[in-house]
């Protein structure tokens, strides 16, 4: 079974750090690609972040660069989304999704294969 599994989420003040997982069960993620994606209340979901595990390739979205960095554990067959100087407007249901080789869905801005129920941010005084 191809799973997603996201945690780390949780409260933290402005400018404060974060460190989301995303543990893949069921396929090994070397040549996937990851990607992060978020949702705020009443807003539209937005890719974050994209990283193709093969080569390192990664984008992030102007909202994020700088402050947002994707990291693998290889060990562990999970990524992470570490978040630094996050923002009120960081708040959001983080996903992480994948997908299966030979496409570029992520970094083109098309649907991902498989997704995680997600894991809440919150950031606030």
């Not at 079974?1 to 996201?6: G, H, K, P, S, T």
């Not at 978020?38 to 193709?52: I, L, T």
């Not at 979205?61 to 960081?90: C, H, W």
Request: proline share 3%; hydrophobic share 35%.
């Amino acid at each position: 079974q191809v799973q997603l599994v996201e945690s780390g989420g949780g409260l933290v003040q402005p400018g404060g750090s974060l460190r989301l997982s995303c543990a893949a069960s069921g396929f090994a993620l070397d040549y996937y690609t990851i990607g992060w994606f978020r949702q705020a209340p009443g807003k539209e979901r937005e890719r974050v972040s994209c990283f193709r595990v093969s080569d390192g390739t990664t984008d992030y979205a102007d909202s994020v660069k700088g402050r947002f960095t994707i990291a693998r554990d290889n060990a562990k067959n999970t990524v992470y989304l570490q978040m630094n100087s996050l923002k009120p407007e960081d708040t959001a249901v983080y996903y992480c999704a994948a997908e299966e080789p030979f496409g570029s869905s992520c970094f083109l801005g098309y649907e991902m294969d498989y997704w995680g129920k997600g894991t809440l941010v919150t950031v606030s005084s």
